[in-house]
């Protein structure tokens, strides 16, 4: 059995659902059997019929006495009703809609049935039952595949069912499970896990639940295993290129910080240095920062930047929007432009530079290939095609966890492309999303982190409230007292689900469709109808902007310009607010419907606040309190409150897979450090021997199958 087949070869999947399985991500056999149940269904004890008790889920084996079909023609409904009969007494059976069954069923049939016993007007009958003829099931235990046995339940998509699903991977398992062990028998004897050819068969048919539960660990090693083993191939690969040195300039580095209107933390100052030193080295560093909110990022990243441009190469400084783009363009300038470094922007619509003003994009991409530019900002405008470098140094993405996972592969790909035998540019990505440690080290793998545990002196801690509607009207007065003593004021307007047929994206486990969040019509709707609200009725002395992604390039900046000069007491604004910007007289973030948002997100536009030295607030309006709104009442930072997300939400729904591009059981698996240590014991062992994986065709077969799906930057 070759797993690598696409199912498309299969004969007993019709094309109709073979497109139903590549929604699920099922494009190739190997998919296909690793399509793992989430959860088992017990029907493995029998119950005799006289003993079924209504409401009591039960599985009982009987001879069909009668079928027949009633067409309830008002309700557009079918009714499918059989009389099973054992040695104890007789039931009867309802199905609802399944008109098909009618003729599946004939007197005489042995059948196993599963389901709960209900009970309609004195009647008593199995609801829906799960259902399989014995002569299919072939009377042994480990023959029943619906019935009668621990029943897998799979993760489901529209238009493939459970039963489907075990429909056709139950026969594909006694093959399956004569392929050679993926894994190396020295790992497999090393931690004495379940073979492979027992494992697949387990794990969707069960002996028991403890057997389920050694094979998915087995698999679940697996997946983690693999995923170890190609970042560090990866990253053993990366240590074998050369990258330019960028020497150490104690004196400019120095000379910097003192001109900084404010002095650097601890935290900025070690994080800083880190970085440096990595550059110093003549291999591609990689280094991802994390740092809450507000924790001051943008400024270490400067640094990097100028050591990169006095040293003769550029940086290219990558953002998810335009806004932030526009911004950092601004405060790289205000603060780099002294010590003579050229700053350029490159977005869809704006482009510009230090030294020219506005340019035609043609310029600007002259300025680029030219060596002119030195430090080039821009949107994901940057990675395309077209944009060429004389010497590209360092490359900063901000914002990194807004990167969906292909515009991180195209970077990494880019870095990769040796032209000319080029140098490889080093990588600092920046985040404030707290990343646990065995998700870095699994998705990561030896890339170096830096942390800024530390926020500017002098932040006020921001007061957090929730406005349930009989506080509204209080609430705005508390808002026009604000602005009355010269402060500004965020409402963000709730985020809007999806518009129907858009696919939503998972960042960071929130539900999340750029779409919708930024552009959509329904957003943008929001906001208007919010603008004329305040601006006519709430608030009609005072000066209220608007910002969403409808407006062309030159309006946002305009109303971001007016906002930080001043000239808007309050902007109105999509969730685009979220990433990055900095506004420090913006003293109240009012976000509306506010139970709509995750809790990493409602963080993010906190911070937005509490910038500068004034007392700033959080107004979560909301129609009810909730579990997440109680929590940003309780916790400040972006950790604790990351902690709390995954304790309500669990693991799988925080670090959505689709992010990360890993396996679900993979992330799953996250949680137990030692398996992920063992994983990454066992792949460093392999690759110690062996670095090119030459002597261990078969697992390089799979991670070049692997790291074609995921990215692993
Ligand atoms: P983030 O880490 O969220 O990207 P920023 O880099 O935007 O944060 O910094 C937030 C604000 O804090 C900016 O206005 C910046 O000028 C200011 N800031 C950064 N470092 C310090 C510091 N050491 N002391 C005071 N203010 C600082
Ligand atoms: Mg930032």
Not at 359 to 373: E, N, P, Q, R
Not at 474 to 489: D, H, L, P, T, V
Not at 580 to 600: Q, Y
Request: with cysteine; proline share 5%.
């Amino acid at each position: 059995m070759n797993l690598e087949i696409p199912i498309e070869n299969f004969t007993r999947i019709s094309s109709a659902y073979q497109t139903r399985l590549k929604n699920l991500g099922i494009l190739t056999m190997r998919d296909l059997i690793y399509h793992f149940p989430s959860r088992y269904q017990d029907f493995s004890a029998r119950t005799n019929i006289a003993d079924l008790e209504v409401g009591k889920t039960a599985c009982i084996q009987g001879e069909i006495q009668s079928v027949k079909m009633v067409r309830i023609w008002k309700r557009h409904m079918t009714i499918v009703d059989a009389i099973v009969k054992d040695g104890t007494g007789q039931v009867k059976a309802a199905w609802f809609n399944q008109p098909y069954l009618a003729s599946t069923f004939k007197k005489g049939t042995m059948v196993c049935l599963a389901g709960k016993l209900a009970e309609k007007r004195g009647a008593k009958y199995l609801s829906n039952p799960m259902y399989e003829k014995v002569r299919d099931a072939g009377g042994g235990e480990d023959d029943y595949t619906h019935t009668g046995r621990l029943v897998p339940v799979y993760p489901e998509t529209a238009g493939v069912t459970s039963r489907w699903l075990r429909y056709i991977i139950k026969p594909l398992l006694g093959q399956a499970a004569k392929i050679a062990d993926p894994l190396p028998r020295t790992v497999l004897e090393a931690y004495d896990f379940m073979s492979f050819g027992e494992a697949i068969k387990q794990i969707h048919f069960p002996d028991s639940e403890e057997e389920a539960a050694m094979a998915r660990k087995r698999f679940a090693f697996e997946e983690l295993f693999f995923i170890q083993l190609a970042v560090l191939r990866q990253r053993m690969r990366l240590n074998r290129e050369t990258a330019r040195a960028i020497p150490f300039d104690e004196k400019l580095i120095k000379k910097f910080v003192q001109s900084l209107p404010f002095s650097l933390t601890d935290a900025q100052r070690k994080t800083a240095w880190q970085i440096l030193k990595d550059m110093g080295k003549p291999h591609p560093a990689n280094r991802l920062l994390q740092g809450d909110v507000g924790s001051g990022k943008t400024i270490v990243a400067m640094i990097a930047a100028l050591a990169a441009a006095k040293s003769g190469g550029q940086t290219a400084v990558m953002v998810p929007t335009e806004i932030l783009a526009n911004q950092h363009y601004e405060s790289f300038s205000k603060l780099l432009s002294p010590f003579g470094v050229e700053i350029g922007i490159l977005c869809a619509k704006t482009c510009a530079a230090s030294s020219y003003g506005k340019v035609s994009k043609k310029a600007a991409l002259d300025l680029v290939k030219s060596g002119d530019t030195q430090i080039l900002i821009g949107t994901n405008a940057l990675i395309q095609k077209g944009v060429e470098f004389k010497n590209l140094n360092l490359v900063i993405l901000d914002e990194q966890h807004r990167f969906g996972i292909d515009q991180r592969a195209t970077l990494a790909k880019n870095r990769q492309t040796k032209k000319e035998n080029r140098p490889v540019p080093h990588l600092l990505s920046m985040t404030a999303t707290p990343i646990p440690r065995t998700l870095a080290l699994t998705v990561y793998g030896d890339l170096d982190l830096s942390l800024i545990d530390q926020m500017p002196s002098g932040r006020k801690k921001i007061e957090t409230k929730i406005i349930l509607p009989d506080d509204r009207a209080g609430a705005y007065e508390f808002i026009r007292r604000e602005i009355g003593s010269g402060q500004q004021a965020f409402v963000i307007c709730p985020r809007i689900d999806p518009e129907e047929g858009q696919p939503e994206i998972k960042r960071d486990g929130i539900l999340f469709d750029p779409k919708a969040d930024w552009s959509g019509a329904n957003a943008v709707k929001a906001v208007k109808e919010e603008y004329e609200k305040l601006s006519k009725e709430i608030f009609p002395e005072l000066r209220i902007g608007m910002l969403h992604g409808k407006m062309k390039a030159a309006e946002k900046q305009e109303a971001m310009d007016k906002m930080k000069a001043g000239k808007t007491d309050i902007l109105v604004s999509t969730s685009v607010i979220e990433v990055g910007i900095d506004i420090p007289n913006a003293a109240i973030m009012a976000i509306e419907g506010s139970h709509k948002f995750g809790l990493a997100q409602l963080h993010q536009f906190r911070g937005r606040v509490g910038r500068g030295e004034h007392q700033s607030y959080c107004l979560l309006f909301s129609d009810y309190p909730t579990r997440r709104l109680n929590a940003m009442l309780k916790f400040d930072s972006g950790f604790q409150l990351a902690e709390k997300d995954l304790e309500i939400r669990g693991p799988g729904e925080v670090f959505g897979s689709q992010q990360w591009g890993a396996p679900d059981l993979a992330m799953a698996s996250l949680a137990d450090v030692f398996l992920v240590e063992k994983s990454r014991a066992a792949a460093k062992g392999i690759l110690q021997n062996d670095p090119d994986l030459s002597r261990h065709p078969q697992l390089r077969a799979r991670i070049t199958h692997f790291s074609a799906r995921a990215h692993l930057e």
